[in-house]
């Protein structure tokens, strides 16, 4: 089917990004169709990493955690059937699906979390700009 991929970002040296099939990326047994969602670590990241994730998708559909290798030659683990098309449908907000992910990396040792840039000056010149975007920092 169809495929979305989401922008890469980074978590603890790897690469990650969102591959999204609206209609699903298998048949289902039963003929309904079912939007499929898998995380992916980005090839070449380097070796492979223990990692566990979950997905939330609107505030009414959560995905148990996931525990999973990734390894060089696969390129995501998700659900096939994360949740029927007809329900995705009624999750959308101004035409938008909210796709939300936990992610937990397995490391050998603890890396120091530097960012590539500096972020203050990149918020104080997005806030000058004026541009407008809704944005949630956890950490």
Request: hydrophobic fraction near 35%; proline fraction near 4%; charge should be positive.
């Amino acid at each position: 089917g169809e495929r979305f991929r989401s922008k890469s970002l980074e978590c603890h040296g790897f690469s990650w990004y969102l591959a999204l099939y609206p209609r699903g990326n298998r048949t289902s047994t039963d003929g309904e169709e079912f939007v499929s969602v898998y995380l992916c670590k980005k090839k070449g990241g380097g070796k492979a990493v223990k990692a566990e994730f979950s997905f939330r998708l609107g505030s009414s559909v959560r995905i148990n955690t996931i525990s999973v290798n990734f390894e060089n030659a696969k390129t995501g683990h998700g659900c096939p059937e994360i949740v029927k098309r007809d329900k995705a449908l009624t999750l959308l907000t101004n035409g938008d699906l909210l796709i939300e992910v936990d992610l937990q990396v397995h490391v050998d040792s603890a890396q120091p979390l530097l960012p590539k840039y500096n972020f203050p000056r990149a918020m104080l010149d997005l806030l000058q700009s004026g541009k407008r975007s809704d944005v949630t920092y956890i950490v």
